[in-house]
């Protein structure tokens, strides 16, 4: 069963910063196959990344996704005051799966 | 717009049998994969299970042995029953439209918290 590793648990940064956000997972995925999340306090998810790499609708370009294999990183450059949430990456295996979370609080 | 709705009872006694169903409005339910997602109090996201608009079903191996999530395509609609509730799964449950498996979840419903207690 594949586990998938988010890190750090919590990243603490200021508005205008860049954000990197890990995914690891336990065994080679397909890129294809992994997507990014960010959740706000009392919503629901929104689809920021699909196939790795690929920006869902209406998503700035200030995020971007990277990676393959086992290593897969969200980046989000310059933060927005909007920007500050909790993050999950989503493999589709067997059955999808989710990380655990990052969240992205500021400093 | 695609828009997803749960609907159901936020209360459930310990043993008893969970049910939500999602309506879909501003397209149709045919042609993707309908989720179920909960996600605990504080907690991160757990993936249920999904249908597809044509009868197929995969489930969370962990839950495989309670859940059955089935579609109304005539309603638009879908649903999930969860068995033998207990405390555990106390949680916000989300539908949600799976697009595929390389184009991620894209639309979400608001949730609905449902909350297991004698």
């Known amino acids: 069963e594949i586990v998938l590793t988010q890190s750090p648990g919590t990243l603490s940064l200021s508005p205008g910063e860049r954000a990197t956000l890990s995914c690891r997972t336990s065994?080679?995925?397909?890129?294809?196959?992994l997507a990014w999340y960010q959740q706000k306090l009392g919503q629901a998810p929104r689809l920021l990344i699909y196939?790795?790499?690929s920006r869902a609708t209406g998503i700035p370009d200030r995020f971007s996704g990277s990676g393959s294999g086992t290593d897969f990183t969200l980046t989000i450059t310059r933060l927005e005051p909007e920007d500050f949430a909790v993050y999950y990456c989503?493999?589709?295996?067997?059955?999808?799966?989710f990380g655990q979370g990052t969240k992205l609080e500021i400093k | 717009q695609v828009q997803l709705q749960e609907s159901g009872p936020g209360l459930v006694k310990p043993s008893e049998t969970l049910s939500l169903t999602c309506t879909v409005s501003?397209?149709?339910?045919?042609?993707?994969?309908w989720s179920w997602i909960r996600q605990p109090p504080g907690k991160g996201l757990e993936w249920i299970g999904y249908?597809?608009?044509?009868?197929?079903?995969n489930y969370n191996p962990s839950l495989k042995s309670r859940v059955t999530i089935s579609v109304d395509t005539s309603k638009n609609q879908f649903s999930l029953r969860l068995t033998s509730v207990a405390a555990a799964d106390t949680a916000v449950y989300f539908c949600?439209?799976?697009?595929?498996?390389?184009?991620?979840?894209?639309?979400w419903g608001q949730g609905a918290l449902v909350t297991v207690s004698s």
């Open positions: 949600a439209r799976l697009y595929s498996a390389t184009r991620g979840i894209d639309y």
């Open positions: 501003g397209g149709s339910i045919t042609n993707y994969f």
């Open positions: 249908v597809y608009s044509r009868g197929g079903t």
């Open positions: 065994q080679s995925v397909s890129s294809s196959y």
């Open positions: 196939g790795a790499s």
């Open positions: 989503q493999q589709y295996g067997n059955s999808p799966l």
